[in-house]
């Protein structure tokens, strides 16, 4: 799926509801080393504590043949559960071997009323969002940031958070973000 579908999340929602251990890789940093102290820390988790481990492994694309036939045999005998992310399509940029014992799934682009929504939901929550700023944004602006956002909902949150960190405090207390401010973080071009 495209940057910011939530690919990444989606793993660490799999890994939580099975009670797994969540491990990473980045393809675009790793090696066999590294795969390899993975599936080691697998095996010691399953052999003492019988814990299943996701091994998520982010623009697996970017693996080589070598180093995506290093998962086969871990990924066989149960060791790992594989999990790898990619925006590219995987039938032309995996390996035969590797697609053949996984199921893709693919993600779509967010539409705007899906970041429509995460914009207020931001807006509102207080423990992990912008809400304990109350924070204000008018329905046309918030509009104009989903389109800026084309899609992508980490991009979409970056502008917003900049956007209500350039905000001033009104008469009430709340930060209400202007249409300049909005203008400004879309043309200024901040991703």
Wanted: charge should be negative; charged fraction near 25%.
């Amino acid at each position: 799926g495209p940057p910011g579908t939530g690919k990444t999340t989606l793993a660490r929602l799999l890994a939580h509801t099975a009670g797994a251990e969540f491990v990473t890789l980045s393809a675009v940093l790793a090696g066999v080393k590294d795969i390899r102290a993975a599936v080691d820390q697998a095996r010691t988790l399953r052999e003492a504590y019988g814990r299943l481990t996701i091994l998520f492994v982010d623009e697996v694309h970017r693996f080589n043949k070598a180093q995506q036939d290093a998962f086969l045999p871990h990924i066989e005998d149960g060791t790992i559960l594989f999990v790898g992310a990619t925006t590219e399509n995987p039938s032309f940029e995996l390996n035969n071997a590797l697609l053949s014992r996984a199921r893709t799934y693919v993600l779509k682009r967010l539409e705007d009323p899906d970041l429509l929504g995460l914009i207020e939901h931001a807006l509102t929550d207080e423990g992990r969002g912008l809400g304990a700023r109350h924070p204000h944004l008018e329905d046309d602006l918030r509009q104009r940031l989903a389109q800026a956002a084309d899609g992508d909902a980490r991009r979409l949150l970056n502008l917003l958070e900049i956007a209500a960190d350039l905000a001033e405090p009104d008469e009430q207390g709340r930060e209400v973000i202007p249409e300049t401010v909005i203008n400004e973080v879309i043309v200024g071009g901040v991703r």
